[in-house]
């Protein structure tokens, strides 16, 4: 049998020693009583796990006979190709070659960081724990939540060199078959070097990567990644990223916050009405601004026309460039905040507080009422709970300050107008990006625009498509 | 996609590359108030009222005198005494000096209304004499002159008693059948402008003057009331003067048309007007009912009195400002309302006025 004498050669300790050449840190050891040899990568896998089922056992044997009982058990994997072995001593396991076989024992556990609060989303009340980067960590935090074995995991691997797990979540007789399926086949079908993020991965799976706006939901927090999958969404862990992907999504989504549901209904109705409110001020009262001083002289109220053209006065520049030097510092500044560290960062804001307040205003370079706008208007995007979005929007308001510098209102509302058509045409795994607006789905509203109490949510929402849309019994 | 990109960004920049129509704000003359007169030689005189922005200086104002054609060449000619592009869109009043009033308004009403930029609640204000002096004299304590009479008409208008007339009520009872135009009469009192009466109009032009005494009067005739403060004359039993002033008036007023036998119409005006007595200076105890519905007898009297002298001069001068022919309109079919001339009918009519008052409370004492 030559063939079969090949491949044995192939598998041979020269040949994986070969595989890793140059790889200084692959770790091997020798069994002489016995003639085993085992080769792994010491960071990668579990010392105490290494000790106790392989080392300790390995070293306790005397005779080569020993060696082929303690092989049989389950735990070591027998393996006959070297591309097995090659990716399973990556993949955090141990090959021991004894002198006619080849097993795998599976002793994984990198370094990782612990679980801790999340930074990007974090909450007043409820869960404070996050995702971290290990998959294996992040899928038990959600098994932690739904102990159902409806809970199905779906592995593949991404990325031609890095090869990085990538988990679709989803809920068995929740979820959506057919998006299922539609994920899977695009995330199948990424070809590309290596991915290293959830938000990269979402790009690479999204209906049009051009848009500006995610049609994705992304986020850290295990609380609203298992609400997410309760409700008929799938979701996508990606290891070594503490992103998680959850689809399909609509743009009204990324205006909610899980504490809305912890606290009282009013109150979370309130905050969803002041992000919305947040959404309008961050995307157009700079550009209204804008507008009303270089356009519309007649709009601006008698009581404070006065106190608006005196704060113009000394201002040398037309509005929309005041505007848009105003609104370019706040990013400079917002944009050195998140780079440097803590301690620095505070003294960042404290000297772009003065530079931009009072300073600038003194120096005549704008006018108050243009600080108090671009303050607000910088304010209310970060009350926007998806940063990924906040940033999106932050980055068309500069478009719309340009419109309405140039046509005043009309550019305003053509922006809008715009951003609205475009929007429209937007879809997540196919489903409507506006939903429940467009298409209008009435019955989805108080979960998306208000947050009605708890009996009046019986249903999930229509976008997951769900073949069971009663989430819980009405008891009113 | 690129190419669209591109076509857009070169459209708005072509679209631009000679924009005019922008208008910064601080390199702007806003107009506050407008005055119109007529001169002697028959031309028009506009003085404009505009804030001075500059922080810098004391002025708070600066005053543009034209003497035109037409109201709209006066900006020309403002435009050259002032290196501020002068605009009209902040315009908050317009004064017409009372010999304009009494030549007729509408053209000059109607150039403002012409213009876009010209709201339609810019309050139109008839000045006792010359407009444009009463604009440019100091009063004192109010540095801006325009402004000072602006919320001097808001505040009166708000106690209901002198109207404030816009732009949009004027054109509307204007143009409108069977209604005549009102405006407020202001006065300089020295170092005051004083409210001083309301202007009736016959048409365009204004006839006749209802002096601020018996304001509350035309306004109970006029139409509702609502939180308005009101001061009564009553003769007195024994001949003396008496004065009954109300607080949170409320009135109705509803009017009923007949047709007497002879073809003259006969209207019954009914005002109701409710309210509590602040000040009574008669002999009569408040706390007693007997009394109370005496007074509010007394009270109707007087008003039905006041009221019906009243509508009697308007109907000399011709001035239907009641809206009376309204409601005579409206019992009439189209095409005998149109083949009736009412502003020669009007001075026919029977008036009969019939006023209910009550007395909710004296007061919160006792």
Redesign the interface.
Same mark, same amino acid.
């Given at each position: 049998m030559p063939k079969q004498q090949d491949q044995q050669e192939r598998l041979s300790l020269r040949h994986i020693l070969q595989e890793f050449e140059e790889c200084a840190d692959l770790t091997q050891r020798e069994f002489p009583e016995i003639g085993a040899y085992i080769v792994y990568f010491s960071h990668s896998v579990d010392n105490l796990l290494l000790i106790n089922q392989v080392l300790d056992p390995l070293s306790s044997l005397k005779r080569k006979k020993d060696l082929e009982q303690l092989l049989c058990e389950s735990q070591f994997v027998p393996v006959t190709d070297s591309k097995t072995a090659v990716k399973g001593i990556l993949g955090g396991g141990v090959a021991i070659f004894a002198a006619d076989s080849v097993h795998l024992i599976d002793v994984f556990g990198p370094e990782a960081r612990s679980v801790t609060e999340s930074e990007t989303e974090s909450i007043i009340a409820g869960p404070h724990d996050a995702f971290v980067e290990s998959a294996t960590t992040n899928i038990s935090l959600i098994r932690r939540r739904i102990r159902s074995s409806h809970l199905k995991v779906i592995h593949c691997a991404v990325g031609e060199v890095s090869k990085t797990d990538v988990y679709i979540l989803y809920m068995k007789d929740i979820a959506n078959l057919d998006y299922v399926k539609d994920l899977e086949g695009r995330i199948r079908r990424i070809e590309t070097d290596a991915i290293n993020d959830g938000g990269m991965l979402s790009q690479y799976i999204e209906d049009k990567p =051009?848009s500006v706006f995610p049609q994705f939901l992304t986020t850290e927090r295990p609380d609203v990644s298992s609400s997410k999958l309760v409700s008929g969404k799938i979701l996508v862990l990606i290891d070594n990223s503490p992103t998680v992907i959850s689809a399909p999504a609509s743009f009204f989504e990324f205006f909610s916050s899980s504490d809305d549901y912890y606290e009282r209904w009013v109150l979370g109705t309130a905050l969803r009405l002041v992000r919305y409110v947040a959404l309008l001020i961050t995307l157009m009262l700079t550009a209204l601004y804008v507008a009303? =001083?270089?356009?519309?002289? &007649?709009m601006?109220p008698?009581s404070m026309?006065?106190t608006?053209? &005196?704060s113009?006065?000394r201002?040398p520049f037309?509005?929309v460039y005041e505007a848009l030097m105003m609104e370019f510092t706040i990013e400079l500044l917002r944009e050195a905040g998140a780079r440097l560290p803590t301690k620095v960062g505070q003294t960042i804001g404290i000297v772009g507080g003065i530079v931009i307040g009072q300073a600038a205003v003194q120096a005549g370079l704008t006018s108050n009422i243009l600080i108090i706008s671009v303050a607000s208007s910088a304010i209310a995007s970060f009350v926007i709970p998806s940063y990924l979005m906040s940033a999106s929007l932050r980055v068309i308001r500069f478009g719309v300050i340009i419109l309405a510098g140039?046509?005043g209102n009309m550019g305003l509302v053509f922006g809008i107008a715009v951003i609205v058509i475009h929007l429209c045409g937007l879809s997540s795994l196919g489903s409507s990006y506006l939903i429940p607006v467009a298409p209008m789905r009435s019955r989805d509203w108080k979960d998306v625009f208000i947050r009605a109490p708890f009996f009046a949510l019986v249903t999930r929402p229509t976008q997951n498509q769900t073949s069971n849309p009663i989430r819980q019994k009405n008891r009113k | +996609?690129v190419k669209r990109i591109a076509a857009m960004l070169a459209l #708005?920049l072509l679209?631009?590359g000679c924009?005019t !129509?922008?208008?910064?704000? !601080?390199r702007?003359g +806003?107009v506050q108030t407008a005055a119109f007169d007529s001169t002697e030689g028959g031309k028009l005189l506009v003085t404009a009222s505009i804030?001075v922005? !500059?922080?810098n200086t004391e002025e708070h104002r600066e005053i543009l005198q034209a003497e035109t054609d037409s109201v709209k060449e006066a900006r020309l000619v403002f435009s050259r005494q002032t290196d501020l592009r002068v #605009?009209s869109?902040?315009m908050?009043e317009l004064l017409f000096g009372m010999d304009l009033a009494e030549k007729g308004l509408w053209k000059y009403v109607e150039t403002q209304l012409r213009d876009p930029?010209v709201?339609f609640s810019v309050k139109l204000t008839i000045v006792d004499g010359k407009a444009g002096e009463l604009l440019a004299a100091e009063h004192k304590p109010h540095a801006d002159t325009g402004r000072y009479i602006t919320h001097l008409l808001e505040k009166e208008a708000s106690g209901n008693n002198i109207p404030a007339t816009t732009l949009y009520e004027f054109s509307r009872d204007y143009n409108d059948d069977g209604i005549d135009v009102i405006a407020p009469i202001v006065s300089d009192g020295s170092d005051k402008v004083r409210v001083s009466g309301i202007a009736l109009f016959a048409g365009d032009r204004m006839v006749m003057r209802v002096p601020v005494k018996e304001g509350l009067i035309f306004a109970l005739c006029r139409g509702k009331l609502k939180r308005g403060e009101a001061a009564l004359d009553l003769e007195g039993q024994s001949g003396k003067r008496e004065v009954a002033v109300f607080s949170s008036v409320t009135s109705k007023r509803k009017v009923k048309v007949h047709r007497l036998p002879d073809g003259r119409f006969k209207v019954d005006l009914y005002v109701s007007l409710q309210g509590s007595v602040l000040d009574y200076t008669g002999q009569r105890t408040l706390k007693e009912e007997a009394d109370r519905h005496e007074l509010e007898k007394e009270v109707a009297l007087s008003i039905e009195d006041k009221a019906e002298q009243l509508i009697r001069q308007m109907q000399q001068k011709k001035t239907d400002a009641l809206g009376l022919g309204q409601y005579v309109r409206n019992s009439l079919s189209y095409k005998a309302w149109e083949d009736m001339d009412w502003r020669e009918m009007y001075p026919e009519v029977e008036v009969k006025c019939h006023a209910k008052v009550k007395i909710k409370d004296y007061g919160k004492y006792m």
């Open positions: =051009t009303v =001083t270089s356009f519309h002289y &007649e601006i008698e026309l006065l608006l053209a &005196e113009r006065n201002v037309p509005p140039v046509w | +996609m #708005v679209l631009t924009s !129509d922008q208008r910064i704000l !601080d702007l +806003m804030p922005i !500059d922080p #605009v869109g902040q908050r930029s709201g």
